[in-house]
Antibody, heavy 118, light 107 residues
């Protein structure tokens, strides 16, 4: 079955850039929306952005000025880049596969805790 | 953006009990784009229900979803020990996609 494996730096200083990558194993890369979600410690889920295999992307308006998502179809990977991080960006970041017919997210990556500290 | 409000915040129940979780949207949501997830501590969320009422692959039939428009419900007919967790509703019909704040089921 499809599995998502994600990685990236977990400790950043204020004003640095957060970079995460998610690899898709065992399934088709086309026909889905590849999605990023985050969850601050002890809080709920926030949708960040999505990108399709053609590179068409949608961003959360609250983050769009700092956010870039990209896709590498040759390696079945997609990436998130968030600039100028602050303490408000501390969260577990998840990647997930979004189904175009329902918008539901399945499966999810294992999550990456990103901490911002000077 | 569409705000999803889940109630109650916490549901204190015993194994074997029936759980009814509510998700209310600030605007009408197409049922196709309403999903429910379960999240256990330290784990990623897991899809339970999509299209408001369709069980995801491998989800036991004690989980069911219903509703339309602005009011949606997740029902667990008889709680198993592994069902004590956090539950989130999610709409993706209107951008940006949004999640409810969650309902925790505890003992």
């Amino acid at each position: 079955q499809v599995q998502l494996q994600q990685w990236g730096a977990g400790l950043l200083k204020p004003s640095e850039t957060l970079s995460l990558t998610c690899a898709v194993h065992g399934g088709s890369f086309t026909g889905y929306y590849w999605t990023w979600i985050r969850q601050p410690p002890g809080k709920g889920l926030e949708w960040i952005a999505e990108i399709n295999h053609s590179g068409g992307a949608n961003y959360n308006p609250s983050l769009t000025s700092r956010l870039t998502v990209s896709i590498d179809t040759s390696n079945s990977q997609f990436s998130l880049r968030l600039t100028s991080v602050t303490a408000a960006d501390v969260a577990v970041y998840y990647c997930a596969r979004g189904h175009s017919y329902s918008g539901s997210l399945d499966p999810w990556g294992q999550g990456t805790l990103v901490t911002v500290s000077s | 953006e569409i705000v999803l409000t889940q109630s109650p915040g916490t549901l204190s129940l015993s194994p074997g009990a029936r759980a009814t979780l509510s998700c209310r949207a600030s605007q009408s949501v197409s049922s196709i784009y309403l999903a429910w997830y379960q999240q256990r501590p330290g784990q990623a969320p897991r899809l339970l229900i999509y299209g408001a009422s369709r069980r995801a692959t491998g989800i036991p039939d004690r989980f069911s979803g219903s509703g339309s428009g602005t009011d949606f419900t997740l029902t667990i007919s008889s709680l198993e020990p592994e069902d004590f967790a956090m539950y989130y509703c999610h709409q993706s019909g209107s951008s940006p996609a949004t999640f409810g704040q969650g309902t925790k089921i505890d003992i």
